[in-house]
């Protein structure tokens, strides 16, 4: 059983900065990707960024040269620093694991505010 732990949301104002980390804990194996999606209120969940296990990384262009995403492969915890905060970027943001093989997995949400 997999487990996904998120931390560092909270509330911030707009042009600031929050670091998220997501801890993956138990039967890790065969990793694809690493992640972080977010769903803003009557929106859909959309992609944010994600990382390989070779550390190719991909972003959503709303987020790009803002958010930088990273990942300790040993620790498997995948992190997502976030610069230049704006009130659009206000969502519950959410860690996934996607896996060779297996059904993707998610964290329980962290709450990101940013206020203008």
């Known amino acids: 059983q997999v487990q996904l732990v998120e931390s560092g949301g909270g509330l911030v104002q707009a042009g600031g900065s929050l670091r998220l980390s997501c801890a993956a804990s138990g039967s890790i194996t065969s990793i694809k990707t690493m992640g972080w999606y977010r769903q803003a209120p009557g929106k859909q969940r959309e992609l944010v960024a994600t990382?390989?296990?070779?550390?190719?990384?991909n972003y959503a262009d709303s987020v790009k040269g803002r958010f930088t995403i990273s990942r300790d492969n040993a620790k498997n915890t995948v992190y997502l620093q976030m610069n230049s905060l704006k009130p659009e970027d206000t969502a519950v943001y959410y860690c996934?694991?996607?896996?060779?093989?297996?059904?993707?997995?998610w964290g329980q949400g962290t709450q990101v505010t940013v206020s203008s």
């Open positions: 990382i390989a296990t070779n550390g190719r990384t």
């Open positions: 996934n694991l996607d896996r060779w093989g297996f059904v993707s997995e």
